[in-house]
Structure formats: structure tokens, C-alpha cells
């Protein structure tokens, strides 16, 4: 009965170890647009590979959060993937400083994948992400004047422009950490523009944020990576997740007339403390119990 109570007292105290900044004196998968090479600037950008059952493998962006978590897109992770890797230490994503195994998938219960609403999920890494130049990513619970800054970054990996001629432009795939400047723009504007898309059928909310520019943004394969914005201190902060855009080559180079849409992070900040304390809380319950079978064996003796 003791050794329950004092249990009990722990895990209530057990909180999500996640990185906050909130003191300010910032339908198709998608890469990055017009960006340029980010040399070691972002260490809690990280990579989720994933390979079905035929092999085929899926790449996405990520952002560590804590010691064995990272945040990611929904739509990356639905399917129950055969095989999954974290890769962290990245400034070339074919030789990844860290390859971690993936212990566990959490999608948000709201997740809609025909709307692409609340695409949020939460991956975790068998053993501890941190390592030499790995660290976590700065959160806001209240994001409101960093969103009002207008400006946004995205970083990842995938399609930019090689070269632009009179003849039109060549695109490639990036094996380099990449990041552009994108101008975050009105949820009335976005809404206009995607309903004309969409037919009506996707609706942007106050949990979602929009942006891009002509030449810059994401693309195919950047999904689950993330929109930053600059804190008055020059902290980077997390405020979005890349999560869709529109399909097509004027898609990818217009992103202003058809804009970028990112999950917007802080209304989910509940749901990822109470899913990292949840784990968290079971794990020291596991470890606890055996604790008591082992006090118990020698209490015999």
C-alpha cells in the first residue's frame, strides 16, 4: 500500500519535459522550394523513414521534442508502416549521424484525412535521441505575436530549384538540410483560395496556418517537418507542421496564390503533454512494479 501510494504521488508529478518559449521581448505530401542550404542550424530537425510491406519507403520531416519523442504530420504515419526509422543529426539525410528505432505511434484521435484536419502525430524512439548536436525544439503555448511577425521558416529536405533559364525551371532533390524565408498569409485568404481548390471540401481553421510565396516553399516529401517563426530574442520557434499544399507544378511554384497549409502547433500542446506524461507515467509504473517484486523477494529471504 505504501509503495502504490508513493507511486501515485510520482506519476502526478511526472510532467512532459518539452521545451517552451513563450517570453517575447515568431493535398499532396510537400519539400522545400526555393530554399537555401542550412548548415547545422536546426538540430532538432529530424527525419522519419518508413517502408510498407512492398518495400516502397516514405520519407518525412520531423522535429525532435524531447529525449525519445518527435512531432511529425499524421498523414505520414497512417497505414501501420512495416519499418520505421528516426534519423537525427542530420545535415545529409543519406549518412544521418543517428538511425533510432521507432517504438511507438501516436496519431491525434481528430485526425481527417479526407479534410486533412488535426494532421498532427507523435512518434517515439526506442532509446534516447539525444547525442552530440542534437537538441529539442522551442514550443509557444501562445504564438500569437510570433504569428504576427509575418514572417515564417521552413526547413527540410526535398525538390529545389537548380536553375532557372528562358526555357523554364529544373528541379531537384535535396540530400542537404534546406530552409527558406515564407510570408505567412491571412486564414481569409487561404480559405478563399483553397475553397476555389477544393470545390468546398476543405475548410481552413484556426488550427491550421498558411504561407508561401512565388518560388518559395514546400513540396512533396517535407511533410511533418516545421514552419518556424523568430521570437524577439532571435529564438527559433516551432508554430507549425508542413502538413499539405497544392498538387501540381503551379502548385509548387505559387505558393502564394496557392498557399502552403501547416498544422498549427500550440492548440495541440495539451494533447502532446498529456500523450509524452501518459508514456511516460506507464513506463515508470513498469519499472516501479518490478522495483517492488524484487524488494518483495529479499523482504522473504
Not at 41 to 67: K, M, R
Not at 129 to 146: I, K, T
Not at 190 to 198: A, D, I, K, T
Request: glycine share 10%; proline share 4%; hydrophobic share 40%.
Amino acid at each position: 500500500m505504501f509503495f502504490f501510494g508513493l507511486l501515485l504521488v510520482y506519476c502526478s508529478q511526472l510532467v512532459a519535459c518539452l521545451r517552451f518559449c513563450d517570453s517575447l521581448p515568431n493535398s499532396s505530401f510537400l519539400r522545400i522550394i526555393g530554399g537555401s542550404v542550412a548548415k547545422r542550424e536546426h538540430p532538432w530537425q529530424a527525419a522519419l523513414v518508413s517502408y510498407d510491406f512492398s518495400n516502397s519507403g516514405l520519407i518525412c520531416g520531423a522535429t525532435v521534442l524531447d529525449e525519445h519523442w518527435i512531432l511529425t504530420a499524421a498523414h505520414c504515419i497512417v497505414g501501420s508502416p512495416k519499418k520505421s526509422f528516426i534519423l537525427t543529426g542530420l545535415t545529409s539525410l543519406s549518412s544521418p549521424e543517428h538511425i533510432h528505432h521507432v517504438e511507438r505511434f501516436v496519431v491525434h484521435p481528430d485526425y481527417d484525412a479526407k479534410g486533412i484536419s488535426d494532421d498532427i502525430a507523435l512518434v517515439k524512439s526506442k532509446y534516447s535521441l539525444y547525442d552530440d548536436g542534437v537538441s529539442s525544439v522551442c514550443l509557444a503555448r501562445n504564438d500569437f505575436e510570433l504569428l504576427s511577425s509575418a514572417q515564417g521558416i521552413v526547413t527540410g529536405f526535398g525538390l529545389h530549384i537548380v536553375s532557372q533559364s528562358l526555357f523554364g525551371v529544373t528541379m531537384g532533390v535535396s540530400d542537404v538540410v534546406l530552409e527558406a524565408s515564407l510570408p505567412i498569409i491571412s486564414r481569409s485568404k487561404c480559405q478563399r483560395e483553397w475553397g476555389m481548390l477544393s470545390g468546398g471540401t476543405i475548410n481552413i481553421s484556426e488550427k491550421q496556418i498558411c504561407a508561401g510565396s512565388r518560388m518559395h516553399g514546400t513540396g512533396p516529401g517535407d511533410s511533418g517537418g516545421p514552419l518556424l517563426a523568430k521570437a524577439g530574442d532571435g529564438k527559433l520557434v516551432q508554430v507549425g507542421i508542413t502538413s499539405f499544399g497544392a498538387a501540381g507544378f503551379q502548385g509548387l511554384l505559387d505558393q502564394n496564390t496557392y498557399p502552403g497549409v501547416y498544422t498549427r502547433v500550440s492548440p495541440y500542446i495539451p494533447w502532446i503533454e498529456k500523450v509524452i506524461t501518459s508514456a511516460s507515467c506507464r513506463s515508470t509504473i513498469f519499472i516501479t512494479y518490478a522495483l517492488i517484486i524484487v524488494l518483495l523477494g529479499m523482504a522473504d529471504l
